[in-house]
């Protein structure tokens, strides 16, 4: 889903997306959550430049506020998770394997773009990933 610059309303684009990826997993009942991935209008923060302004972490968590309310709307008691790509993982989180900490280390060495990137081909600014984790068994 991409939003506007500054903006974390859902449009009607954003929920005929919403309806789609719900259409499509209907077909399997083994989906235990959903991962909503949110950026902001920056990419995520870099080892050198480890923190976006409040504003942007405020807007990004925003954006998956207002994902993750749709989703619950759609799918009653599903477990939604929210994390925040505005924000680098805090010194704990990545000692003690925080789930998020890791989902964002992975984006990371996948090739997602940071403040840091040259390249920008990669980027997630004013986007947010919506994921299905599906149960093991």
Known sequence: VKFDKGSAKLESSHQDQLDKFFKELKASDKIKSIKVIAWADREYPSKQKKDL??????????????????????????????INMAERPHLSEK??????A?????????????????????????RVIVTAI????
């Open 53 to 82: 302004s409040k504003q942007e972490v405020n807007l990004a968590r925003q954006r998956g506020e207002a994902l993750a309310n749709a989703i619950k709307r759609r799918s009653g008691d599903l477990k939604v998770d929210i």
């Open 95 to 100: 000692l003690f394997g925080d789930e998020e």
């Open 102 to 126: 890791d989902i964002k280390k992975t984006l990371s060495e996948f090739g997602i773009s940071t403040t840091g990137a040259k390249d920008k081909d990669t980027s997630m600014v004013s």
């Open 134 to 137: 599906r149960s093991r068994d």
